[in-house]
């Protein structure tokens, strides 16, 4: 079993829904959705470039999936989160941004990403002591060859190369994308996501996501809601 701390919006949200309808899985209830036709795009071309988003679930990573270490347990990892969230503030991006991350769309936080990027660096240094060492075959995956010196020393050191001054705040809606339809493909997600682009999203709870037996789906596995931030500068 891998464990992470994603967030992602509450299961009915309409955000979540139309993600949800969009990879075709629903990671709460872990159940397919109906996508629906896709303008320009065979059912088949669109499974195949929301395969790896699907199996995830709709998310934008913080503590990326990790074995449990030696010594603790789920059980351990559920209490950690909500005391966790009852020390943090909510918070909220002020407008959402499709963006192309290389090959791949995402919705991001655009520049507002200062209170987003703290909680995901907290997030990373609190659950570490739950993360058992990543194995050989694990980092070999992440490709350490083609990543900067930096990024291998947080994969050394933190099990995933992208946390820290390297994390960037995205919920991932393709997998990698061809480059002759990427333009295709923007459309229709600016099209498809367009209630919730430019608009704002609250961070109001974070995760936890398990994955039970991997290479497997990942279902969410508990919710914790965040502080509100008075309730927490109150305590400062």
Request: glycine share 6%; aromatic share 10%.
């Amino acid at each position: 079993m891998r464990i992470a701390v994603f967030f992602t919006p509450p299961r009915d949200h309409p955000l979540t829904v139309a993600a949800a309808e969009w990879l075709g899985r629903d990671a709460f209830a872990d159940e397919s959705r109906s996508r629906g036709p896709v303008p320009g795009f065979e059912p088949e071309e669109i499974g195949a470039l929301t395969a790896d988003p699907r199996r995830y679930g709709f998310h934008a990573t913080l503590k990326p999936p990790f074995r449990i270490a030696a010594g603790h347990n789920l059980a351990d990892i559920r209490a950690a989160l909500a005391g966790f969230c009852r020390t943090q503030a909510a918070m909220t991006i002020p407008a959402l941004e499709l963006t192309g991350i290389g090959p791949f769309f995402a919705l991001t936080a655009g520049r507002a990403t200062r209170e987003i990027n703290a909680l995901a660096d907290a997030v990373v240094r609190a659950f570490e002591p739950f993360r058992a060492p990543a194995t050989e075959a694990e980092i070999a995956r992440r490709r350490p060859d083609g990543l900067s010196e930096r990024q291998r020393g947080y994969l050394r050191d933190w099990g995933y190369p992208y946390v820290f001054d390297e994390f960037r705040f995205h919920m991932t809606l393709t997998g990698r994308v061809p480059e002759t339809r990427r333009a295709a493909m923007a459309e229709v997600l600016r099209k498809r996501f367009a209630p919730f682009i430019g608009r704002p999203l609250a961070i109001g709870a974070l995760s936890l996501f398990r994955e039970p037996a991997p290479p497997s789906d990942f279902v969410v596995d508990s919710h914790a809601a965040l502080t509100p931030v008075d309730q927490v500068m109150a305590r400062a």
